[in-house]
């Protein structure tokens, strides 16, 4: 989920993105991850403007990767 200005201009990088707008004003991006990894340096590049919302196990290797940055691991 982002803003919905950030949403057109991640879906202009993510081949096969879609955007659903929200109730909040927010956008919903949805696409196919096939490589978890980089797309979690990708979200975390986005900083606060974006969050993780699905597939459980993605969010949970980016809520690990933030865990072991903030111990300096």
Do not use: C, N, W
């Not at 081949?15 to 696409?31: E, F, N, Y």
């Not at 990708?42 to 290797?61: D, H, T, Y």
């Not at 809520?63 to 072991?68: D, E, G, H």
């Amino acid at each position: 989920a982002m803003s919905p200005d950030l949403a057109i201009i991640f879906r202009r990088t993510v081949s096969g993105a879609r955007i659903t707008p929200t109730s909040d004003d927010q956008a919903l991006v949805t696409m196919t991850v096939r490589h978890y990894a980089a797309f979690i340096s990708r979200v975390l590049s986005l900083g606060s403007k974006a969050q993780l919302v699905s597939p459980p196990e993605l969010v949970e290797m980016l809520v690990s990767s933030l865990t072991r940055m903030s111990r300096g691991v």
